[in-house]
């Protein structure tokens, strides 16, 4: 319990080293009453509380005219056919964070819900490609999209009217602004309420000990039927076997109690229970984060809920548990997350988030071909995105998985969609990766698209007016889109059969099993179906990226010009880092080079970039529309300097004399070993896996994996929590020696364990060994496809020692 006492000066109230003598202080004077306790329950009693209008009047909409058209609910119409089906009602809930609608299936409804936090964006009009196709018989400006966050498919919707659509446009606008700006303490009472309301069948606003059991499973727990009745009973204080208000508060209280945090804090704070600026400084310290009494006191301000608290200056438990939930209290260092790397060096000095198959939505043989597809990549960051481009009717080129059953797009709507969505996310150059199998007279077609839709964004002449000895910066070429492709020699004439030129990509996937690395001096000759002839249109605009077949390491070291690139199959590239690892890295600090996925991966798998960072590799191409762990380290890796798609190589990857060899890295290269220690303490709401049964609870352990050079790749887990992913505990240890930690990402990846079957994946979280903050830290669990799993964290200690 917090006691409501004063604290003493720094100079009267100094404790040596660790250990510091606590006065009892005398009480405050009556005009100031003491400070009440707060606990971690406090969260739990705001969200037991949150009546619909409690939870608007939070969110600053009590009297907003949109927010009460949308309680009511409206008629829309959901567009996926040339001819929708009947209406369906769609109503914002209570919680003002939760839009619920109605379903029909063979006469049978269904209710679904979806969360506010869960949307991406709203487009107004025909602005997806759902409505495009299908929206004609509607006017535009009664159409409007939702666009989900991960894999989730887009919401197309007609209102009834004008103003309809328009009112839930600017609601959910600002239901979404709210969201975004909501902190750790409001989503942890957004979960629980909607947990409470969701247990509480006969919507009475109050729980029966079996509703009150109900909402345990769907949290997660498996309690003791003997503990969970006892604790019901003691907090029945009117003893009708029916928890009040009240009465629910003090329960959620106490189940949602943070001992390990407790534990914290009073070691730091002493008897009294109450942090000064000195003991959070102290904290600080031990943290190893900036220990000013400046930087305490805007602690304080900041995340203590008490107001009489942050008058004096002191920090109490609610507090200190939301500054150490919150983006200061992450395990990702926040300086990070905003662009803080040299962005003024030349392209081939960086890694490029880069994405295979672009236009794909699912597998390589059958699966989807969507513009949505090139919005979502471009928006997670990718800066290299595929177009396939094949010969269409009317003269239009197509974009689709050549000779297979996957959907065609034109090639026209996916340069639209590329102009509208190019910049939207980072400033920094797209690159347009183009395979082409058009005619002569298709490629000007394509040539003419681009240069009439993208306009000034487009590259076709070099910054200087000459072609440099090295490649130019991000920084230089920003809010620039460049196209790599095949290029013709200056002065030659396309039909000129000379200068037919093989597709590299093709090639390479075609000879790769044929003939070593070592006999790859000469390129075979060319067949006619190998061959292609190149549009003077088309070949103009390819500047910095000219695609040439790749020969020998020696041949491209020696001969090959600095906006001249090759393409390697994974294969390919992996058989140059265990044959030729230095000469591959040295190439990669001149030239830029594209790695893609082995052509028979039908099911479009990923191959692990990680092999490929180790040696220089930049353009390292994956399908984004694949999850996995692939994709976790792509996201990881690209998580820091503002996400921006572009992650500065190495010092020893940067030097064009490096003797780096990624398959045996000698110590010599970049930063000293470091010794990492991750004691993982605790679990918060993890999320409930099966939900249609109830009594299924997971029984989780968390697995930390390092990749990097294959001396580091290494992974060690803890035990199982037996059902328990509410509030799990381990308090184990892991430890790690990184030899090379500029290259190393660190997962953390939560399972449920199954004795009979394989594990089941809950969450994970990856970033750069180099970005990881030491000292307690919460860890904000991932999805599958990368979406948040708020509220659900990991809680650890990290400490990172050189060697």
């Not at 009590?62 to 959901?78: A, E, H, N, P």
């Not at 991932?782 to 708020?790: A, E, I, M, P, Q």
Request: aromatic content about 8%; glycine content about 6%; overall charge neutral.
């Amino acid at each position: 319990m917090i006691c409501g006492k004063w604290k003493k000066s720094r100079s009267e109230s100094h404790r040596r080293g660790r250990h510091r003598h606590h006065q009892q202080q005398p009480p405050p004077p009556p005009t100031e009453p003491p400070i009440p306790a707060q606990t971690y329950g406090g969260v739990a009693a705001s969200a037991a509380k949150l009546s619909g209008h409690r939870a608007f009047k939070k969110l600053g909409l009590t009297d907003d005219d949109d927010i009460k058209v949308m309680l009511r609910g409206s008629f829309f119409w959901k567009v996926k056919t040339h001819r929708p089906r009947k209406q369906r009602i769609y109503r914002l809930q209570e919680d003002g964070m939760t839009v619920w609608f109605e379903t029909r299936f063979k006469k049978a409804y269904s209710q679904h819900v979806f969360s506010i936090l869960h949307i991406e964006s709203v487009r107004e009009g025909f602005q997806s490609e759902g409505l495009r196709k299908y929206g004609g018989c509607f006017p535009e400006n009664q159409c409007f999209t939702i666009v989900f966050r991960g894999k989730r498919k887009n919401l197309d919707l007609a209102a009834i009217s004008v103003n309809e659509a328009q009112q839930w446009v600017r609601g959910l606008k600002k239901l979404m602004a709210r969201g975004e700006a909501m902190s750790q303490r409001e989503k942890l009472e957004h979960w629980i309420h909607d947990m409470l309301h969701q247990a509480d069948k006969n919507k009475d606003n109050k729980m029966s000990f079996k509703e009150i059991k109900n909402m345990l499973r769907m949290i997660n727990i498996d309690m003791n039927d003997i503990y969970a009745y006892r604790l019901f009973k003691e907090c029945d204080r009117s003893n009708n076997d029916r928890l009040e208000e009240y009465e629910i508060e003090e329960f959620c209280t106490r189940l949602m109690e943070r001992p390990e945090l407790k534990e914290i804090f009073h070691r730091y704070s002493g008897e009294d229970c109450v942090l000064s600026v000195e003991e959070l400084r102290e904290f600080l310290h031990d943290q190893g984060e900036e220990a000013t009494i400046k930087r305490a006191n805007d602690i304080i301000q900041t995340y203590e809920l008490n107001e009489r608290a942050r008058q004096h200056n002191l920090m109490m438990l609610d507090g200190f548990m939301m500054y150490l939930l919150s983006s200061a209290g992450d395990v990702l260092n926040q300086n990070h997350t905003e662009i803080y790397q040299d962005m003024s060096q030349p392209l081939c000095h960086y890694f490029i988030s880069s994405s295979h198959n672009t236009y794909l939505t699912d597998n390589q043989i059958g699966g989807a071909s969507s513009t949505e597809a090139y919005i979502r990549a471009l928006m997670k960051g990718c800066r290299c995105v595929e177009l396939d481009c094949w010969e269409g009717s009317n003269g239009e080129p197509i974009i689709y998985h050549g000779h297979t059953l996957t959907s065609k797009i034109l090639f026209r709507d996916v340069i639209e969609s590329i102009r509208d969505y190019a910049f939207k996310h980072s400033s920094y150059p797209l690159i347009l990766s183009l395979e082409n199998h058009c005619g002569l007279e298709q490629q000007s077609t394509m040539a003419r698209h681009m240069k009439a839709i993208l306009g000034d964004m487009l590259l076709t002449q070099p910054l200087d007016g000459d072609v440099p000895k090295q490649l130019p910066s991000p920084e230089q070429l920003k809010w620039k889109i460049l196209v790599k492709g095949k290029k013709l020699p200056e002065g030659k004439n396309e039909l000129d059969r000379s200068n037919f030129i093989s597709n590299p990509e093709e090639e390479m996937q075609d000879d790769e099993d044929d003939r070593s690395i070592s006999s790859l001096q000469e390129i075979k000759p060319l067949q006619a179906k190998d061959a292609i002839q190149i549009s003077r249109e088309l070949s103009d605009v390819v500047v910095y990226c000219q695609a040439v077949p790749f020969q020998s390491l020696s041949r491209a070291l020696h001969n090959q010009q600095s906006n001249e690139m090759s393409s390697f199959s994974e294969r390919k590239a992996r058989k140059l880092i265990k044959e030729s690892g230095n000469q591959f890295v040295r190439y990669n600090t001149r030239h830029l080079s594209r790695i893609y996925p082995q052509g028979l991966k039908v099911n479009s798998s990923n191959y692990n970039p990680q092999e490929m960072w180790n040696a220089g590799c930049q353009l390292v191409a994956l399908n984004f529309q694949t999850p996995g762990v692939e994709m976790d380290l792509n996201d990881g890796r690209f998580s820091v300097n503002g996400n921006c798609g572009y992650v500065l190589k190495p010092a020893f990857l940067r030097n064009t004399q490096s003797s780096f060899d990624p398959e045996a890295p000698g110590r010599r290269a970049g930063q000293r070993p470091v010794a990492l220690t991750i004691k993982v303490i605790t679990a918060q709401q993890l999320p409930k896996l099966n939900k249609e049964k109830n009594s299924s609870i997971v029984d989780p352990f968390v697995r930390i994996e390092i990749h990097g050079v294959p001396a580091d790749c290494c992974k060690k887990q803890t035990e199982y929590q037996l059902n328990n992913g509410f509030n799990p505990r381990w308090n184990e240890t892991l430890t790690f020696q990184v030899r090379i930690p500029e290259l190393a990402l660190v997962r953390f990846v939560v399972e449920d364990y199954d004795t009979t079957s394989a594990n089941d994946f809950v969450g994970q979280f990856t970033l750069p060994l180099l970005s990881l903050r030491e000292g307690y830290r919460h860890i904000h669990l991932l999805s599958k496809d990368g979406t948040s799993l708020s509220p659900a964290t990991l809680f650890v200690h990290v400490r990172c020692k050189k060697m």
